[in-house]
């Protein structure tokens, strides 16, 4: 890939100037600032990624008249022909969760990542359409000083860059932050301990008929009631597990008509619930820790 593009420009750029607000004890403020800047450079990011394959699979509509203005304008030597093709072009972009399902076929660090975007991409539209307040400091904290890091060291060597290209100077202080809040959170550890917890609460209960009866019943409740529910393997127990999925949402182009539509490109699962042995899982690093994707395409045998 080339290194080179605007996109990737305005990326190092948002995500360098979060970098001083990205610390323990950030203020309310400097949390938002942080939180606002880091998703829109990783968006950027995302969209430098899927650009240096085709420029046009940014653009919410492919028509002709939209690729060639956005796209390829410099190679216009019809000028006199660019007035009326602007009146039909259409300089939209991709959002940035479509941005997530596009650069992920792309960049293996967006594909292990995508669970972190989501959250973040969740995170900034409190950030900018709710009441700052909303924002969960903890929550926050934990994605900015602990993961962040280690996210854009993932995406950065996909395009032989380093965390230094995005964080500056504050790559080694985020880097040790990050190793520190890891180390003390012992998260792995933590998770094992959960998951182990979970499966002797079900040894416990699948003893009791009339436990697993009443399971069964609500588990199926759910995913017949709950359109956006699906089933899967309990990362604990085994048993039939209810998947919550929130859709990501694409754009094409019908040439018949010339108009533009939204489909659902894809889900991606906010939450899994065992109602057999009472697992919830809802942190975007839980869900990556058991996997949520695989869980989702194996399905419940």
């Not at 998770?191 to 069964?216: F, T």
């Not at 039939?240 to 659902?264: C, K, N, Q, S």
């Not at 619930?273 to 697992?279: G, I, N």
């Amino acid at each position: 890939m080339q290194n080179n593009s605007r996109y990737l420009k305005d990326a190092k750029s948002h995500i360098s100037l979060a970098a001083p607000a990205i610390a323990k004890g950030t203020t309310n403020d400097q949390r938002f600032h942080a939180v606002v800047l880091v998703a829109v450079g990783i968006e950027k990011l995302l969209k430098h990624i899927i650009a240096e394959v085709n420029p046009a699979l940014i653009l919410k509509s492919q028509d002709f008249d939209s690729v060639v203005l956005h796209c390829h304008r410099e190679a216009i030597t019809a000028t006199d022909r660019v007035a009326d093709m602007e009146k039909k072009a259409s300089p939209d972009v991709i959002t940035l969760k479509a941005s997530i399902q596009r650069a992920s076929l792309f960049s293996k660090g967006v594909k292990d990542n995508a669970q972190f975007i989501h959250t973040l991409a969740d995170f900034r539209d409190i950030a900018l359409h709710r009441s700052s307040d909303e924002l969960d400091a903890v929550r926050v904290d934990r994605l900015l000083c602990r993961d962040l890091h280690n996210v854009i060291r993932d995406i950065s060597s996909d395009l032989s860059l380093s965390t230094q290209d995005f964080l500056g100077q504050h790559s080694t202080r985020l880097e040790a932050l990050s190793e520190e809040l890891i180390a003390h959170d012992n998260f792995l550890a933590d998770m094992e301990a959960l998951l182990e917890r979970h499966r002797k609460i079900w040894e416990e209960r699948s003893k009791n008929a009339i436990i697993v009866s009443h399971a069964e019943k609500v588990t199926n409740a759910y995913l017949t009631k709950r359109s956006e529910t699906t089933d899967c393997p309990c990362p604990a127990c085994g048993n039939l597990a209810v998947a919550t999925l929130e859709p990501d949402y694409d754009y094409d182009h019908d040439p018949e008509d010339g108009t533009t539509f939204g489909y659902i490109s894809g889900v991606y699962v906010t939450d899994i619930q065992c109602l057999y042995c009472s697992l919830k899982l809802d942190e975007y690093d839980q869900l990556k820790y058991v996997d949520a994707d695989a869980l989702l395409e194996a399905g419940y045998e």
